[in-house]
């Protein structure tokens, strides 16, 4: 019997089916096993970690990983439909008060902020996108940064991209201000002095010339204050600002560039994070191409590193728990798995019924996870990653604030989130 298979006979077993869900639906999550899909075989997890000054036969420590059971546990949840925001949108951002929703279509696009009971507190338009997502949105000093492009027409065309920015408190209708470059804007980063736009040019690299570049703009008025685009033709694959400078991770390595000049200041990883998850905090860096590490963003040293999971296997941005010491992120093999933050050791490892494009998100104590199949579980951070399954399916992607939830795409929901 298939993963998929036994997942899918786990879930009817469960008897948490839903047809419909009213106004004032519940939607139950109800865990069966923990250990419903388990590899072959036990992985072995190769960790290296900065204990001081160890020498250097101290540098590698190899540790055994298992997966035994936990203890079956039942845990119920609940997703009480409340409200639809008027405008509609894919939930792109949320602060510790509101939502940030996008859509975007032929005649351009729309950032609408909501709070937590639906309420549309400020719209803001612009006519010159017609392709937005949540990567190409981010929120800094009080202001709103969104980007994207307008796709190319014919075959030798190069789009074009655009970012807006506009204030978070009073915005207006119209942005604060626009810069056009070559290019899709595909990832933006905020910070008080700087805002970083990484953009990609595909029809270009086609060609076999460069075509990733990294712009450093000014928040105040949007001025080009400097761009790099020495990437040998590399993706751009993220952008982040941090305290010791701009992370960039191309299809080919991660560098650091200087926040003021965008010179190359060091070289994180000789390898790239293409079909791979970038995800900074607390001044580590955790990626992955063809294996998982963990990087000091300040010395560039590798804290650990892993080959847990298959080379081949594409996954998200992480989830970073730290108050659990856990690293989890969902794969397109349909694996949510949790690393030890500290050693990279496997935590644990589930199996969600179809491909994980979206990053797992936080609520209490638990990892949600929603795949490609709509299907939604929790998994529980205090019990190894006992499962909370669910047969019924709401669309992707989603946040929290608080004890609401906003799924997005078709759903356009937002549900107070409560435990049973």
């Avoid at 690393?339 to 644990?348: F, H, I, M, V």
């Avoid at 992707?396 to 049973?420: H, I, K, M, R, W």
Wanted: with cysteine.
């Amino acid at each position: 019997m298939s993963d998929t298979d036994l997942t899918r006979r786990r879930l009817l077993c469960a008897g948490a089916s839903l047809g419909g869900l009213g106004t004032a639906g519940c939607l139950r999550l109800t865990s069966d096993s923990t250990d419903a899909t388990r590899d072959e075989e036990e992985p072995t997890t190769n960790s290296t970690r900065d204990e001081g000054a160890p020498s250097a036969s101290d540098d590698t420590q190899t540790v055994e990983t298992t997966e035994e059971s936990t203890q079956q546990q039942v845990v119920e949840l609940s997703l009480s439909q409340q409200w639809k925001p008027a405008l509609g949108g894919d939930v792109a951002k949320s602060t510790a008060e509101s939502f940030f929703l996008i859509e975007s279509d032929e005649d351009g696009c729309r950032v609408d902020r909501v709070d937590t009971n639906g309420k549309s507190l400020f719209t803001v338009t612009a006519g010159g996108l017609n392709y937005m997502e949540q990567e190409q949105l981010a929120i800094g000093d009080s202001q709103l940064y969104f980007g994207g492009y307008d796709e190319a027409e014919g075959e030798s065309s190069v789009s074009t991209g655009r970012l807006y920015c506009c204030s978070t408190t009073d915005p207006g209708e119209t942005p604060k201000w626009e810069m056009t470059v070559d290019g899709e804007v595909i990832f933006v980063d905020a910070a008080p002095n700087l805002c970083v736009v990484g953009t990609n040019s595909y029809d270009v690299h086609y060609e076999g010339e460069n075509q990733g570049r990294v712009y450093g703009v000014d928040p105040t008025d949007g001025t080009v204050m400097w761009q790099n685009e020495t990437f040998d033709a590399a993706f751009i694959e993220g952008v982040e600002r941090v305290d010791e400078g701009v992370v960039v991770g191309t299809s080919n390595r991660v560098i650091l560039l200087d926040p003021d000049t965008g010179d190359e200041m060091a070289e994180l990883s000789e390898s790239g994070v293409f079909g791979g998850g970038m995800t900074l905090s607390d001044g580590v860096l955790y990626t992955s191409d063809r294996s998982d590490r963990a990087i000091s963003v300040e010395s560039g040293e590798t804290l650990w590193e892993t080959t847990e999971l298959p080379e081949t296997v594409d996954r998200t941005d992480c989830l970073v728990a730290r108050d659990h010491d856990q690293v989890v992120f969902g794969t397109r093999t349909g694996r949510v798995v949790s690393l030890d933050s500290e050693t990279g050791a496997l935590r644990w490892k589930q199996t969600m019924p179809a491909k994980v494009t979206t990053p797992p998100k936080r609520w209490r104590g638990f990892a949600v996870v929603v795949d490609d199949s709509k299907a939604v579980r929790a998994f529980d951070l205090n019990n190894e990653g006992a499962a909370v399954e669910s047969a019924s399916t709401k669309p992707t992607p989603f946040c929290f604030v608080g004890d609401t939830a906003f799924f997005g795409g078709l759903d356009n929901t937002g549900y107070t989130v409560g435990v049973e």
